[in-house]
């Protein structure tokens, strides 16, 4: 019931934003500008503002990598297996895995902060650092073997993971914090103010994406993929946190991450490179709507499970 209660405010904002959007209300062009603000501007600042003076006692980073590689190596090895049982085509099963392995970070880092508050989402923040890159890497190599006319240029994959707004905010979180400087309370006062923004905003675009349409036709292959992200996937990532000893909060922000739904951008990804898209818009709207009731009873079972 707490955990339902806390994660209540970040569901109606995700609803909030798709009434706006049906309601067209400010308008269909202000969501793409938000979007880009959102993500070049207002995450990076509050991951620096969260990173720089977050506590690091107990942080084990090998560790932390660990248990990451192992949650997507097991996962990734599970759904070749399903892909050898099901033998969809390349470019249906790219977005079935990437609906599978990929996860929304506006959602993560609001649901985290709503349970674990700015300690756990510091630590949300970093290891997103850690998950972003390889999510990356994974897909792209998906779509390489099995989208024959798919040809991504590593060098520019390489470019896009180091100039990740995220993951450029994380390490200058991190850079600050491990060389213990701070900034002037007028400074800070920005950060937080522009932080307060990041979330909220992230929210509403969320629910701004959702277009029901695009659940048509999308039959079992999208049953498949949510199945895995909302069901199985929270057990592969905290069974990894459990398997590498990482301490409690690690292990809670870890089950919080493994509820996800999938990414947005996978939508972006499966257009460009041959992917089937409109199965992957339907997965991403599937997975964000199941999530609202997927995310409280998982949470609440892993956290009576883990008591």
């Known amino acids: 019931m707490q955990v339902s209660a806390a994660l209540i405010p970040v569901f109606i904002l995700i609803l909030i934003g798709y009434g706006m959007r049906r309601l067209n209300f400010p308008g269909d062009s202000f969501w793409p500008p938000a979007e880009k603000f959102l993500y070049y501007f207002l995450f990076p600042m509050m991951l620096v503002d969260k990173l720089t003076y977050a506590k690091r006692d107990g942080l084990m980073l090998d560790r932390l990598f660990l248990a990451i590689l192992l949650a997507f ?76 006319q798919s040809a ?22 991190l850079t600050f914090n491990s060389l213990g400087i701070g900034f002037p309370d007028a400074v800070n006062q920005v950060l937080k103010l522009v932080g307060n923004m990041a979330l909220p905003l992230g929210l509403l675009c969320v629910g701004a994406a959702l277009d029901l ?29 459990l398997a590498l000893q990482l301490p409690p909060l690690n292990v809670a922000v870890f089950a919080i991450l493994g509820c996800l739904p999938t990414a ?25 709507l199941m999530a609202m009731l997927t995310m409280p009873l998982a949470l609440s079972l892993l956290t009576a499970a883990l008591q």
């Open 152 to 173: 991504p240029g590593w060098r520019g994959v390489g470019k896009a993971i180091i100039t990740n707004p995220l993951i450029l905010g994380s390490l200058a979180g």
């Open 264 to 288: 947005t951008a996978s939508y972006i990804l499966a257009r460009q490179l041959g992917g089937d898209a409109p199965l992957m818009a339907g997965i991403i709207s599937a997975q964000t």
């Open 213 to 241: 349409r695009n659940l048509k036709g999308a039959g079992s292959s999208l049953m498949i993929s949510s199945a895995f992200k909302l069901g199985l996937f929270p057990l592969i990532f905290v069974g990894s946190a």
């Open 73 to 148: 190596v097991i996962a990734s090895a599970l759904m070749l297996a399903i892909q050898h049982w099901r033998r969809w085509s390349g470019s249906r099963f790219t977005s079935v895995y990437q609906g599978a392995v990929r996860f929304n970070s506006y959602v993560g880092l609001a649901a985290v902060q709503a349970l674990q508050g700015d300690q756990g989402l510091a630590l949300a923040a970093l290891s997103m650092s850690i998950m972003i890159p390889l999510i990356n890497v994974l897909c792209i190599g998906a779509f390489a073997l099995y989208v024959e």
